[in-house]
């Protein structure tokens, strides 16, 4: 059963037998598929990192209010196309990741990436799954109604105005939901919803705070 096997245990030296069946073994396969495991995840963080550092630009001129520079769009769109080795959500998933958390966005730009792939990782998790979607849209809401009428009590009208806004995104983006529209069906105390107008929670969630399915969301008092 040994014949055949070589037995130089030289260090990175390539052993290889002959098995009782005939077939060749090498000790050259394992080692070369973490050397291309390797590679994929050098390629990965530097991918995350100019992503970031893409991100970070863009933030930095809308902070001066300052609009984005053409160049800076160019090499965000180019990193995004580069995050597809990833996967073809990737960028959109890294970049919600940032918004849940803007401190992942500078840390990955100095090449900490680990904590923004496993940030990424989940988003990929939450797309991917209508009961965590549910979860997020719920806790989303909640945020987004306790900081609207907390800015109505103090006059803030901007504010107001700007949460409108994101909880009408919400709505239109529920509509195009059909697994999570059901789930929530069943959470409306959860959303602060009590009063059941037969038309859908969408609908019920729109009326909650003032804005119109399919036009004119986010617009007037």
């Known amino acids: 059963m040994f014949d055949g096997l070589d037995l130089g245990h030289a260090p990175g030296k390539e052993r290889s037998w002959t098995t009782q069946d005939g077939a060749r073994r090498s000790t050259a396969a394992p080692e070369q598929a973490r050397s291309a495991e390797a590679d994929r995840d050098r390629?990965?963080?530097?991918?995350?990192?100019?992503?970031?550092?893409?991100?970070?630009?863009?933030?930095?001129?809308?902070?001066?209010?300052?609009?984005?520079?053409?160049?800076?769009?160019?090499?965000?769109?180019?990193?995004?196309?580069g995050l597809r080795q990833i996967g073809p959500h990737a960028a959109k998933d890294l970049e919600r990741a940032y918004l849940n958390d803007s401190s992942l966005a500078p840390e990955a730009a100095s090449g900490r990436t680990q904590r923004a792939l496993r940030a990424m990782q989940l988003e990929a998790e939450?797309?991917?799954?209508?009961?965590?979607?549910?979860?997020?849209?719920?806790?989303?809401?909640?945020?987004?109604?306790?900081?609207?009428?907390?800015?109505?009590?103090?006059?803030?009208?901007?504010?107001?105005?700007?949460?409108?806004?994101q909880m009408?995104?919400?709505?239109?983006?529920?509509?195009?939901?059909?697994?999570?529209?059901?789930?929530?069906?069943?959470?409306?105390?959860?959303?602060?919803?009590?009063?059941?107008?037969?038309r859908g929670i969408a609908?019920?969630?729109?009326?909650?705070?003032?804005?119109?399915?399919?036009?004119?969301?986010?617009?007037?008092?």
């Open 203 to 221: 609908y019920d969630l729109a009326t909650s705070v003032g804005v119109s399915i399919g036009r004119g969301l986010g617009i007037g008092m």
């Open 43 to 81: 390629l990965r963080s530097q991918a995350i990192q100019r992503h970031a550092r893409a991100v970070e630009a863009v933030w930095n001129e809308s902070d001066q209010g300052l609009p984005v520079q053409p160049h800076q769009r160019q090499e965000l769109d180019r990193s995004r196309e």
């Open 126 to 165: 939450i797309r991917t799954n209508p009961v965590l979607r549910a979860d997020r849209f719920v806790q989303d809401w909640t945020r987004l109604d306790d900081a609207h009428r907390a800015a109505y009590v103090r006059g803030d009208y901007t504010t107001v105005w700007s949460t409108r806004d």
């Open 168 to 198: 009408g995104a919400m709505v239109e983006s529920l509509e195009r939901d059909a697994q999570v529209e059901s789930i929530l069906r069943g959470r409306r105390v959860e959303l602060g919803v009590r009063l059941e107008l037969g």
